[in-house]
């Protein structure tokens, strides 16, 4: 027999709380409020129909344990792998981002808070514990292996993302058991590859994490923009396969990263950081510069969550490394690691500030927890101050005195961008923000200091100072969108040229090139301020400009964004490409037909180009969310804010807008003090991944 919710609150209510909570006497007056709340939008239909679906389960359930299904699959929409109980009751609003902000109650609707706010958690978690839809992690058994979800002290999961984060847990925490044999002289590789240690000269963060690198079977290198990431993973490679080679066995190596767009540029990047290495040829052959996805890693199966390689069908290789791992969700990473040979190399790579995967769980993020502060054991710091030559001891940071932190070991973060120095204002923006110093970072755009930075406030009517932005650029060198469409225009190839003639692709690569020199990235898709609204906005702009000849559907010049992996075209979610104008001979007649032109993005280089009636996943790209901007780079990024702040705007997504701005940044502002508000607030997802093993 199912219990009244206000049976189960000790807090004393009030005339009109109780009043609101009188009706929920049975589950299906639960099922009916939430029906309310879908309508609202505070809650998806996705969670009402699993709560829905629980019910028929256990028709005489507790109302809370359906309350905290509801909120679980919510949470997973936002990102969170759990439902923290505590954290939920003590912080509704913000551990839910429910409801919407602006949005105001309406009748006598009893809000998500007013519910939240009145229930008791130890009740609330003795209900869960008690219901047979809910198994208790740490007393398993037949019976409850297939129960839908899981608690774990105070934290609820579905079932399949308990299991995720469970595999993850345990491969990790297995492969830091496991120490690698070191060649006898680790110190002169070392040496030979970053140089011998100078008197006074800074920490080589980059030659340490190399050196932590070859003695763990997993290991993360993070660090933001400019620091070295691929650098020092190549100087990795060649440490880990020198000795191989030696011994005339060369290591599997193979390199992924989560998009083809970031799969793209780490080739480009790694095949220039190869070619300069001070090697042998012999070994440089045997330096892979080819990064594929992970889906293509794995073999993906369309249609399915599986995939070719798994736990019983292991990946063929000795080392991999998967960069842009901030991107990398909780089943994604489940996955690689399954497919992982026991004998398998890991070594994650990314920026541990940028934003996490759209979908839930933030892996790096939480891996990388104590990444700041270091906790090296004592142990460690000696080893690695051996081997490198370098010194710690004013390093700042903090030590582990009684083994709590191993993870922690295996863990560099480089702390030097070379992209980003002192005299750069993009990089001191992105210090300041990430550092939530909300104030400081606004007086810093606001001062014109650095001619890196600006910031467009827009008051009343502005479209022309907005457009003038976006398709002028400021300045001769911050382009806007008309440079791509001017470089498109003056540097077509002469008519005649047949579509064999290398001419054309060369062309199609520099309006590519163009076209990432500026980008404007949203942070939300709807709205005037949004990725819907600004493309077509921009559009029009350029069209009443004349500098396309069409508003509609497929033109020249339009560039699109695959938003799906496209096995078939060999395009990956995240390639952009541009409509332009190609011969093509019918008989004796040559006529122009609109060809899609993406750079290949298999290590290969060139065009491929492909008929725009082919493209069933794309969309226009003069605007694009932060999330999909990750792994790109642009000479100059516009970061638009909305008019009001909503639970995306954070630190990390504008830190992330931020820096992916090469050479210039732009901020435009609807409205004041939506950029400080984002910058105070700090995404947390929540999981229970390593916890106890930092």
Request: a negative charge.
């Amino acid at each position: 027999m199912s219990r009244s919710f206000a049976e189960l609150l000790p807090t004393p209510l009030t005339a009109e709380s109780l009043a609101l909570l009188q009706p929920l006497t049975r589950a299906e007056d639960l099922l009916l409020l939430l029906e309310r709340w879908v309508e609202r939008g505070w809650l998806r239909a996705l969670d009402k129909a699993f709560v829905a679906f629980l019910h028929e389960r256990a028709p005489h359930g507790d109302p809370l344990v359906l309350l905290a299904a509801a909120l679980t699959s919510h949470q997973l929409g936002h990102g969170h792998v759990c439902l923290d109980l505590f954290e939920t009751l003590k912080e509704p609003d913000f551990a839910l981002s429910l409801p919407p902000e602006g949005d105001v109650q309406t009748g006598a609707m009893l809000l998500p808070s007013q519910l939240l706010e009145a229930l008791d958690g130890e009740a609330w978690c003795k209900a869960l514990q008690a219901s047979p839809l809910v198994e208790h992690a740490g007393h398993a058994s037949a019976e409850a292996a297939n129960r839908p979800l899981v608690i774990s002290e105070r934290r609820v999961y579905l079932r399949r993302y308990w299991a995720y984060e469970r595999r993850i847990d345990n491969a990790l925490r297995q492969r830091l058991t496991v120490s690698e044999v070191t060649p006898d002289d680790l110190p002169a590789r070392l040496n030979t590859l970053f140089g011998c240690p100078q008197a006074n000269a800074p920490i080589d963060w980059q030659k340490l994490a190399c050196a932590l690198a070859t003695r763990g079977a997993f290991s993360i290198v993070t660090g933001g923009p400019g620091t070295g990431k691929t650098t020092t993973v190549v100087r990795l490679l060649a440490l880990l396969q020198a000795p191989a080679v030696e011994a005339g066995t060369p290591l599997r190596i193979r390199l992924a990263a989560p998009t083809g767009k970031a799969a793209a540029r780490l080739t480009e990047s790694i095949s220039l950081q190869v070619k300069s290495l001070e090697v042998d040829d012999n070994l440089r052959q045997k330096i892979p510069s080819d990064v594929t996805t992970v889906h293509r890693l794995l073999g993906s199966r369309p249609g399915t969550r599986h995939f070719r390689h798994h736990a019983g069908n292991r990946l063929p290789l000795d080392v991999l490394v998967v960069d842009e791992a901030s991107m990398i969700d909780l089943e994604m990473m489940a996955n690689v690691l399954d497919a992982l040979p026991d004998h398998a190399r890991l070594v994650l790579l990314g920026d541990k500030d940028q934003l996490a995967s759209v979908e839930a769980g933030a892996v790096l993020g939480d891996l990388c927890r104590d990444a700041e502060a270091g906790w090296y054991t004592p142990a460690t710091r000696a080893w690695l101050e051996r081997v490198s030559g370098e010194h710690l001891a004013d390093s700042g940071l903090q030590q582990d005195l009684d083994g709590t932190h191993p993870l922690a070991q295996q863990v560099v973060m480089l702390r030097h961008s070379r992209r980003f120095g002192e005299g750069s204002g993009i990089g001191q923006l992105s210090r300041l923000v990430n550092q939530q110093q909300a104030q400081q970072a606004r007086a810093l755009l606001s001062s014109g200091e650095y001619a890196d930075l600006s910031a467009l406030a827009l008051k009343g009517d502005q479209d022309t100072h907005f457009e003038r932005l976006v398709l002028e650029g400021r300045g001769g060198e911050a382009k806007g969108y008309r440079h791509y469409l001017e470089v498109l225009r003056d540097q077509r190839p002469a008519t005649g040229a047949p579509l064999e003639d290398p001419c054309w692709a060369a062309w199609a690569g520099e309006v590519l090139a163009a076209f990432e020199a500026f980008q404007v990235l949203c942070a939300v898709r709807k709205g005037p301020w949004g990725v819907e609204g600004l493309n077509e906005r921009i559009t029009r702009a350029l069209f009443t400009r004349k500098l396309i000849e069409s508003d509609q559907h497929w033109y020249e010049g339009r560039p699109v964004l695959m938003t799906r992996n496209d096995y078939g075209l060999g395009l990956m979610n995240g390639d952009i490409g541009i409509a332009l104008k190609l011969p093509e001979r019918d008989g004796h007649t040559e006529r122009h037909v609109l060809r899609v032109a993406f750079a290949r993005n298999d290590g290969q280089g060139g065009i491929r180009f492909v008929l725009p009636s082919r493209l069933n996943d794309v969309e226009t790209v003069y605007a694009m969310t932060v999330h999909k901007s990750q792994g790109s780079e642009f000479s100059h990024t516009a970061l638009v804010l909305p008019e009001a702040l909503n639970p995306v705007l954070t630190k990390e997504l504008i830190y992330t807008g931020i820096t992916r701005a090469k050479h210039w940044f732009s901020l435009i502002e609807p409205r004041a003090g939506v950029f400080e508000g984002a910058v105070l607030r700090k995404v947390k997802r929540l999981s229970g991944l390593m916890l106890g093993l930092e």
